[in-house]
Nanobody, 124 residues
Framework: QVQLVESGGGLVQAGGSLRLSCAAS????????VGWFRQAPGKEREFVAA????????YYADSVKGRFTISRDNAKNTVYLQMNSLKPEDTAVYYC?????????????????WGQGTQVTVSS
């Protein structure tokens, strides 16, 4: 099992940047695919980005490509989401997620471990 705790959310103006962090418990973090999802008010939760457990491959939603970067530091059991050029439509609760040994499609990914979420608000 793994427990995930997000941090780094907050209020930022449009065009600004934030970096979210997700600290994971456990000694097998390197065997987990990790990712970020978000849920805006009145909308369904959606995939944002993911990083494979087996190599450096990354995956992004079209809406954030070129603006967001996911990375991981297995030595620190931490996943990051660097968000640049933020837009008001990026406002949402952002969730860290993980699944051990996942090798499927990230467009239809339903991770089995989730954090509690961190609020990101982008003002216009």
């Amino acid at each position: 099992q793994v427990q995930l705790v997000e941090s780094g959310g907050g209020l930022v103006q449009a065009g600004g940047s934030l970096r979210l962090s997700c600290a994971a418990s456990g000694r097998t973090f390197g065997s987990y695919a990790v990712g970020w999802f978000r849920q805006a008010p009145g909308k369904e939760r959606e995939f944002v980005a993911a990083r494979s457990w087996s190599g450096p491959s990354t995956y992004y939603a079209d809406s954030v490509k070129g603006r967001f970067t996911i990375s991981r530091d297995n030595a620190k059991n931490t996943v990051y989401l660097q968000m640049n050029s933020l837009k008001p439509e990026d406002t949402a609760v952002y969730y860290c997620a993980a699944e051990r040994y996942y090798i499927g499609s990230y467009s239809h990914w339903h991770p089995n471990y989730w954090g509690q979420g961190t609020q990101v608000t982008v003002s216009s």
